[in-house]
């Protein structure tokens, strides 16, 4: 087996990874596929894959950074939810990625609560925000789902081309 098919085969371990990833609270799914396919362009020499087609990959991918962060807060934000459920809801994703996947399922879910809380106190608008977070977060990863298979046909159709 050459070098260059090694590298294709580790690209397609990596837009593998990605995918299910992009699933997968834990992994970085869109960030790992879109390491896969420029590894595989690199692995080519760029020769069918161009700098413009991985200029809208690198920015398909900056686009699901926004998607991971702004999904969840405006999910909680939808039901009304105050600021400070918002910023809850934000610091929980953020502290969830590092307790694993119990703390980015739960994270954003006590985030959203907590800032509600130390907003109004009311327990019933808190557990609105926090379930409002949950219905973000189903969408964040439907919109990053659908982000990693544009990147997979935008790279499939430049290959081809």
């Keep these: 087996m050459s070098v260059d098919a090694l590298w294709l085969v580790l690209a397609v371990v990596l837009v593998c990874i990605g995918v299910a990833g992009s699933v997968l609270p834990a992994l970085p799914g869109v960030p790992l596929v879109f390491a896969g396919l420029l590894l595989a362009a690199w692995a080519e020499d760029f020769e069918r894959v161009s700098w413009i087609a991985l200029v809208v990959l690198g920015l398909l991918t900056i686009v699901s950074f926004v998607i991971d962060f702004a999904a969840t807060a405006l999910g909680a934000k939808r ?82 081309v």
């Design 79 to 160: 039901v009304g939810a105050t600021k400070l459920a918002v910023l809850g809801a934000m610091i929980g994703t953020f502290v969830g990625i590092f307790l694993g996947l119990p703390g980015l399922i739960l994270g954003p879910f006590v985030g959203a609560i907590a800032g509600e809380m130390l907003s109004h106190g009311r327990m019933q608008q808190a557990a609105r925000a926090g379930f409002a977070t949950w219905i973000g977060l189903i969408f964040g990863t439907l919109a990053k789902l659908a982000l990693v298979f544009t990147m997979l046909g935008v790279f499939a159709f430049a290959y081809l």
